[in-house]
């Protein structure tokens, strides 16, 4: 079993920074795609920014240029650095781990990230 924790949420100005973290714990064996999706009120769910086949990087538009997604070398801990942020950024933020070998997939509860115009 995989557990992941999101911290870093906040309320922030529009134009401000956040930085999100992901903490990944248990059976991480082998491969797998982490990445960072948010569900703002009344939407659905969306990719934000993800690593797949752990090295590539893939970012929706909406973030191209402001937000980047990183992870340390033990690849157990990701983050989302939020840069030039805007009101429609707000919305639940969710950490995702898919295990390549069995595709299993993990989600974390989710930090909330306001951002005031």
């Known amino acids: 079993q995989v557990q992941l924790v999101e911290s870093g949420g906040g309320l922030v100005r529009a134009g401000g920074s956040l930085r999100l973290s992901c903490a990944a714990s248990?059976?991480?064996?082998?491969?797998?795609?982490m990445g960072w999706y948010r569900q703002a009120p009344g939407k659905q769910r969306e990719l934000v920014a993800t690593f797949t086949r752990e090295f590539t990087t893939n970012y929706a538009d909406s973030v191209k240029g402001r937000f980047t997604i990183s992870r340390d070398n033990a690849k157990t801990t990701m983050y989302l650095q939020m840069n030039s942020l805007k009101p429609e950024d707000t919305a639940v933020y969710y950490c995702?781990?898919?295990?390549?070998?069995?595709?299993?997939?993990?989600w974390g509860q989710g930090t909330q990230v306001t951002v005031s115009s």
């Open positions: 248990g059976s991480i064996i082998g491969p797998n795609d």
């Open positions: 995702k781990l898919q295990d390549l070998a069995t595709l299993a997939t993990y």
